[in-house]
Structure formats: structure tokens, C-alpha cells
């Protein structure tokens, strides 16, 4: 079921890796991935966002993966992250999720790193946050910005890739339409990301 969502990803990384050493490590997983048989759908809010995304997709060569990610979206396990439970609003909660592709506690388990996409609703603010891994963002939907603890706000749109080193302070504002994100750790991955401020 999501054989079509990861071969499209790693066709994609496979034009990116040579810009980010770190997809070779995330290709080798993703190329020797075992996929369940039965995947266990757990629908959260926030996929009411996905249903206005099927129009106006523009061509990207990040479309193959928004194209599969859309086909099964609804019927996989969307996570959020546990220490967020308690200090993110309701507002933030119901309008944000993502799935775990590869990575502990993911559909395809691996202890070292993890790929998965992430979902946020319209004009949400994701505070200021850290982690121990190295990550790779590409927009796959939106307009988001993203900035650092060494810099300001910067807008970014499909197929966008934003990389951050282990514990670079990072925070995102999203735009007025829902934005979804492709995301790779490696590294040290198997804490969660924690944030720096309040929501
Ligand atoms: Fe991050």
C-alpha cells in the first residue's frame, strides 16, 4: 500500500543526495524497506486539510510523491509528537499530524533514522524547537517559512529543501493554505524533537 508513496520518495532523494550526504543512509532503508501487509489506519483532525489539496497541484518534481502520499493519506496511522500533547493548544493539535514512514515506532521500523511527512493546518505557529538528529525538510504543499536561532523568517515553496544541523533552534510559520513537509532524521533519532518557547 505505501510501496508507490516510498518509491517515489526515493526517486526523489536520489536527486538530492548528492547536495545532502545524509539521504545515502536514508536511500539504503528506504531501498531495503519491508513493508506490513496490513497497515493499521489512525486518522487524526488534522486530515480535513487534506481534502482541498488535490487542486491546483502544480508539476514539481515533488509531485510523484505529494500524487502517492494523497492515494493512501487517509488510510495510514497519523502520529503526533508526545511531549507536544501537553504544551501545544487545542488549535495546534487539531490541525497538525504526520505519518511515520521509517523509523522506530514507525510502519517500516528502523532504529537509526526516520523519513516520514507531516501535515499542518493554515497560519499555525510551530515554536521555536530542537533536536539531537540531523533533518531534511522538502516542501511537498504551501508556502511555509522556517527560520533559525541565527536567522530571520524566509519563505519557502515546493520543493524547497531545508536543512537543519544536530540541535539548530528551528521554528516554522505557516501560510494560508495548509502545508505539508517531507522530513528526514538521522543521527541520534530516537528522542523527539522538544521546544524552546511556548506556542
Ligand atoms: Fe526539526
Known sequence: MIKPLLNAITNYYRTEVEQYPMLNEVLDALTAATIPPAISPDPKPVIRHLDGLNQDRPTSPTKPIMDEFLAVARNLPWSQTYGYLKVLDQDYLDNYGYIRLIGPDSIVPHPDLRVGIGLWGPNLNYPMHHH??????????????????????????????????????????????????LYAWTGQVSADAELLESA
Do not use: C, K
Request: aromatic share 12%.
Open 132 to 181: 539531537e538528529a540531523e533533518e531534511l525538510y522538502h516542501i511537498l504543499y504551501g508556502q511555509p517559512e522556517f527560520r533559525t536561532d541565527t536567522t530571520d523568517f524566509t519563505t519557502h515553496s515546493i520543493g524547497d529543501a531545508i536543512h537543519h544541523r544536530p540541535w539548530m533552534p528551528h521554528a516554522q510559520r505557516f501560510g494560508d493554505t495548509p502545508t505539508v513537509l
